[in-house]
């Protein structure tokens, strides 16, 4: 059964810093997503990673994807506050289903 | 392109009542999957249909069910509620089984047991 781990669970930066969320799983996965979800809110698709080395960047989010260590990251360059928000990962190994980390809680503090 | 719509968004609910919650998919896409969310428990799969069928199954209670109609619209029922069942329900819709194109999701529906 896949296993998908996230690393830290909660983060808590100032802005202007950098810094990266780890998401590593167990089984080989055809592909990666990232999700944002605000405080109550529902979930927002970030990024699909599709391909070993992929990596795609929106504003100060880049997240990429490394098939050969399963493992998957999510950097954050200078930080804002807007930023706050839980990150998820979720990895889709073939013939089953997508599945979630735990989330990521970010903080960042002006 | 509409998104995935959930009805009712909030719901308060008393022990033993049963509830209904409602989910329609983006228009095309069948598949329609159900989580749980908690604070400190995560998204917790409940279970997916895909035209009609149940797909796949998490581990709940068999209070917990769902149905999903010829139009892919899906609705899951809480029966005996418990106040542990106190949580944000999401729907994730998917072109295909399993999320394999990725899920687009509902804004949710926040039941509260008194």
């Known amino acids: 059964e896949l296993k998908v781990e996230q690393n830290p669970l909660f983060l808590s930066m100032q802005e202007g810093k950098n810094y990266t969320i780890y998401c590593n799983y167990s089984t080989t996965s055809d592909r990666l997503y990232w999700y944002r979800q605000d405080p109550g809110k529902s979930l927002e698709s970030l990024f699909v990673?599709?391909?070993?080395?992929a990596v795609k960047q929106e504003g100060r989010l880049m997240a990429s994807l490394d098939t050969k260590a399963r493992l998957s990251t999510l950097h954050i360059t200078a930080a804002v506050h807007d930023l706050s928000a839980t990150y998820f990962c979720?990895?889709?190994?073939?013939?089953?289903?997508?599945?979630f980390g735990e989330g990521t809680q970010l903080t960042v503090n002006p | 392109k509409a998104g995935v719509t959930q009805t009712p968004r909030y719901l308060i609910k008393t022990r033993g009542q049963q509830v209904t919650l409602s989910c329609s998919p983006i228009?095309?896409?069948?598949?329609v999957s159900w989580y749980q969310q908690t604070p400190g428990q995560g998204l917790q799969f409940l279970f997916e249909?895909?035209?009609?069928?149940?797909?796949n199954k998490g581990n709940f209670p068999g209070r917990f069910s769902g149905r999903q109609f010829s139009n892919s619209r899906s609705e899951m029922n809480v029966s005996t509620l418990e106040l542990g069942d106190s949580a944000l329900y999401l729907c994730a819709s998917s072109l295909a089984t399993g999320g394999s194109y990725g899920y687009t999701f509902g804004s949710g529906t926040r039941l509260t047991v008194v």
């Open positions: 979720a990895a889709f190994p073939a013939g089953s289903r997508l599945t």
């Open positions: 990673l599709l391909s070993n080395g």
């Open positions: 228009s095309g896409h069948r598949s």
């Open positions: 249909y895909f035209s009609e069928t149940q797909r």
